[in-house]
């Protein structure tokens, strides 16, 4: 049974930065792709990040491009987001995702696995 487990998550100001992780168990990743998905109040869930396990390429929103980075940890089974400059518009629930296969997929549905989300909050 796969299990993703995110934290990191927390009250920053605006510019700051903060360091997700997700931690993954119940399966062997090697084909997977993880994504990182956020959701704001009264918002849709939106797409952030997708890390290919496999080889490590990587794909990003352009909301985000430039200021987050997404990474794993072969050895930890482990993927972080890193986010850099952050703004009061990236405050939001953060959700690591898992889906089998090689495409860098964006769309929520298409994943097969969730964690249970951290809060990341940006203050002015």
């Known amino acids: 049974q796969v299990q993703l487990v995110e934290s990191g998550g927390g009250l920053v100001q605006a510019g700051g930065s903060l360091r997700l992780s997700c931690a993954a168990s119940?399966?062997?990743?090697?084909?997977?792709?993880m994504g990182w998905f956020r959701q704001a109040p009264a918002k849709e869930r939106e797409f952030v990040s997708v890390i290919r396990w496999s080889g490590g390429t990587t794909y990003y929103a352009d909301s985000v491009k430039g200021r987050f980075t997404i990474s794993r940890d072969n050895a930890k089974n482990t993927v972080y987001l890193q986010m850099n400059s952050l703004k009061p518009e990236d405050t939001a629930v953060y959700y690591c995702a898992a889906r089998y296969g090689y495409l860098l997929a964006q769309r929520e549905e298409v994943y097969d696995y969730w964690g249970q989300g951290t809060q990341v909050t940006v203050s002015s």
């Open positions: 119940g399966r062997t990743f090697s084909y997977f792709v």
